[in-house]
């Protein structure tokens, strides 16, 4: 394996050995504090520009599933048609695998996706950098080759035009009732899980005018990057809820952008909230959810419009987690209640969703 440094844009170094495509590579450094869900996570068009360290040190020990496809169309085992994160850095990678479902190692899928991994990094130590400093930007660089130094293609990037998809894909025609759902970046399992409750599901790029399509629900999706960057979903909001009340639930950048049509404000955290143990409580209660989460922004409440109120709370910074109406069946959450590869604790919110179509 060659010799790579990872080069934060404070200068800190970190050295390691690489273990997938031999490539530099640059973008943003963020950490991921999931004890599994690698497959997942790096399919996860969220993460698309960034440079994702695990804190969980060992990494590669249940190989990889087969990339299959469900007769609906869904990936089976994966939450996209490809890695999207730029690179992957590990602390210990484990190059023998061994689980029921794996056909391949990590290694060779990051290999044959062109994907750089690199190990022996002290994860714990780059993740006390980033919380330190907040994320940066990095570089992936070869030792052998130190003249060979990428550029970040980030700053600016609208990586939510870049994942979506370009024309409407439907799914579980004549299944049930119709809902929209605004593709900024989603998870498979998002639209799975839709499917499951018997929803017909019409995917459309994130910045389609649907305000006159026949639907009964509205579903924001997930997505990567600055939320500001995606101005036109966000007037198509507005469009929509100054002309129906039809339901509108939102998920994770869906979540912010609905508060912008609320007119709220959006804040870049400093290090953001990726992993599966972000404990979020329900406003007015005292019921708390252990959540799935991956973003690096979140919704100003005290910017919201008086007809709004926060839905949910994340209990380590006070954070907002999900806003509502006061009046119409219109929420979001700032987690992932599909949360795959888990928890499972807030799979509600779809019920609590389909609920609401009449």
């Not at 050995?17 to 590579?25: I, L």
């Not at 190692?105 to 991994?117: I, T």
Request: proline content about 5%; glycine content about 8%; some cysteine.
């Amino acid at each position: 394996m060659r010799n790579v440094t990872l080069v934060l844009s404070d200068g800190s170094k970190f050295h390691g050995k690489s273990f997938g495509y031999d490539a530099p590579v640059a973008g943003e450094v963020v950490f991921n504090t999931a004890m599994v869900g690698y497959p997942e996570s790096l399919t996860d068009p969220s993460y698309a520009g960034q440079l994702m360290a695990l804190t969980y040190p060992l990494v590669g020990n249940y190989g990889v599933p087969p990339f299959t496809m469900e007769a609906n169309g869904i990936p089976t085992f994966m939450e996209s048609d490809k890695i999207y994160a730029s690179a992957i850095i590990v602390s210990d990678y484990s190059k023998d695998y061994s689980h029921w479902n794996a056909v391949e190692s990590l290694a060779d899928w990051l290999k044959r996706e062109h994907v750089p991994g690199i190990t022996g990094i002290d994860t714990r130590e780059l993740t006390k950098v980033l919380r330190e400093h907040g994320v940066m930007m990095g570089k992936i660089i070869f030792d052998d080759e130190p003249d060979n130094i990428p550029e970040a293609d980030y700053e600016g990037v609208n990586f939510v035009d870049r994942v979506s998809c370009k024309e409407i894909i439907r799914y579980n025609e004549g299944g049930g009732k119709k809902v929209i759902l605004v593709d900024c970046g989603v998870k498979a399992n998002i639209i799975r899980s839709l499917i499951n409750r018997g929803i017909e599901v019409i995917r459309v790029p994130w910045n389609y005018d649907y305000t006159n399509m026949e639907y009964d629900g509205l579903f924001l999706a997930n997505g990567p990057g600055d939320p500001d960057m995606c101005s036109d979903a966000v007037e198509v909001i507005k469009k929509q809820i100054n002309q129906s009340t039809k339901p509108i639930c939102g998920i994770c950048m869906g979540n912010q952008l609905l508060s912008k049509a609320a007119g709220a404000e959006i804040y870049k955290l400093k290090y953001g909230h990726r992993g599966h143990n972000q404990p979020v409580r329900l406003v007015g209660s005292e019921k708390c959810f252990i959540t799935s989460q991956n973003h690096g922004y979140a919704v100003n409440a005290a910017t919201l419009d008086k007809d709004w109120e926060e839905l949910f709370v994340n209990m380590n910074d006070g954070s907002n987690e999900g806003i509502r109406h006061k009046t119409n069946p219109w929420f979001t959450c700032q987690f992932h209640p599909e949360a795959c590869s888990g928890p499972v604790d807030t799979a509600f919110i779809f019920d609590d969703f389909v609920k609401t179509l009449k």
